[in-house]
């Protein structure tokens, strides 16, 4: 990689962090509109039964989730000999026309699978742009070249998705899927001119890429991933009603209890980066502790319009720590394929954005409430926790099996 001022060492990292920020803005727009969205594509079923058109608008979320955990690994698979800033930028292009789609396509079935396509370059560019930041960083800043790209999405939740929020809800929600198209193409000029050069790997190639799935561990991990993760989403999906219907706030406070997640998102990512890059072992597993301990948490302050806020700054915050020691975690678990891990950990997260969302429908549609997602999250997340101790635990017992097994210089006879 050619040599850097700082000046354009920062510039770099920041489109490259603004590329996540457009993806936190058409991944998380949807949950804010989502009634908005089911009133406009579901009409009939909406004068019958909001809560069931919302469950059933909830397809969107799991379709987005659905792109990325086929996109991710496909795409990484058969760019694996690209240079890395060409990819991105690429997957800037396909983010721009797939989120025009999103906004132009007439009817339910249309926009979802527009957002299918939409979701497709998702993972691969999480994966290939922290490859990149992390390289720009210097040495020893892995987590902390995945937060910084994943910085970008927290940031979103702060201030892109409540705005657009509130743009959707005054003016269309097509109309905030065109904003977001317009912020893709933005980033990707600004990618083009910023980014340096990155030479391809030469020892890239699909078949290298796809022999990590040749390792248990690798499924493991994506498994922990996909099932603990899900508990964010399975809240996060429904937060809309769950503020105007359970703390029986006004339409309006939507975007502000996104703000308060979004806070909390930016905070959890910027110490689990740093900390994972110092013990990635205990913040994961710590991590999920109080991951646990945040969505049990939000049940109950949900129920108040005071303490909702604090109930969503703790799920946002507890959520996106763990977020770069599972990036770090995949990579960790697939060597010789790190383009491949970072994108099956986005892969393994949306199956968990999938998988919560609509575990948290089903709940909702049963009748159980909109505090009921909740619960599921805290399920999903203990889960999760098993799933991570169980991977440490198989790893170091592999470690001590290696440990004891005698080397061939230690069989030589002396004399």
């Given amino acids: 990689m050619e040599d850097l001022t700082a000046v354009r060492r920062w510039a770099a990292l920041l489109a490259l962090s603004l590329g996540g920020f457009g993806i936190g803005l058409t991944e998380f727009v949807a949950m804010g509109l989502l009634p908005d969205i089911s ?8 004068a019958q039964s909001p809560a069931k058109a919302v469950a059933h608008g909830g397809w969107m979320i799991s379709a987005y989730a659905l792109g ?3 996109g991710a690994p496909t795409i990484a698979a058969l760019t694996a000999r690209l240079p890395r800033k060409t990819l991105v930028v690429g997957l800037l292009g396909l983010f721009t026309l797939g989120t025009v789609a999103s906004a132009l396509a007439p009817g339910f079935w249309p926009v979802l699978v527009a957002r299918f396509v939409a979701a497709l370059p998702h993972g691969a560019y999480f994966g290939a742009g922290g490859l990149v930041a992390a390289s720009i960083i210097g040495p020893g800043s892995q987590a902390k070249g995945f937060a910084t790209v994943l910085g970008g999405l927290t940031a979103a939740n702060v201030f892109g998705v409540p705005l657009v929020t509130r743009l959707g809800q005054t003016a269309n929600w097509r ?6 198209a317009a912020m893709f193409a933005v980033t990707l000029a600004f990618v083009a001119l910023t980014v340096p050069r990155t030479p391809a790997d030469p020892t890239g190639s699909p078949r290298a890429e796809l022999r990590a799935f040749r390792s248990p561990q690798v499924w493991l991990v994506a498994a922990t991933g996909a099932i603990g993760f899900g508990g964010f ?3 996060d999906s429904y937060i809309a009603p769950v503020t105007t219907h359970v703390a029986h706030l006004s339409e309006g406070a939507v975007p502000w209890v996104l703000v308060a997640v979004g806070l909390g998102m930016t905070v959890g990512n910027a110490l689990g980066g740093w900390a994972s890059d110092r013990n990635l072992r205990r913040t994961l597993l710590s991590g999920f502790i109080i991951f646990i301990a945040s969505m049990a948490a939000f049940a109950v302050l949900a ?3 005071y303490t909702l806020f604090a109930g969503a700054f703790l799920v946002g915050a507890a959520g996106l720590f763990i977020g770069p020691a599972m990036q770090s975690r995949l990579i960790g678990v697939a060597p010789g394929a790190q383009l491949m891990g970072a994108a099956v950990n986005q892969s393994a997260m949306n199956v968990g954005n999938s998988f919560g969302a609509a575990l948290g429908g089903l709940v909702i549609a049963a009748g159980w409430g909109y505090i009921a ?3 599921v999250g805290v399920a999903l997340g203990t889960a999760g926790f098993a799933l991570a101790s169980a991977s440490f635990a198989l790893e170091s017992r592999s ?4 440990d004891r097994t005698p080397r061939d210089t230690d069989l030589t006879p002396v004399g």
């Fill in 68 to 70: 990325v955990v086929v």
């Fill in 303 to 305: 129920q108040n319009r």
């Fill in 373 to 375: 997602p909740s619960w």
């Fill in 39 to 46: 009133e406009d594509l579901l009409p009939q079923l909406y």
């Fill in 175 to 180: 109309v905030a899927y065109v904003a977001i």
């Fill in 233 to 235: 989403f399975a809240i």
């Fill in 399 to 402: 470690s001590r099996r290696s």
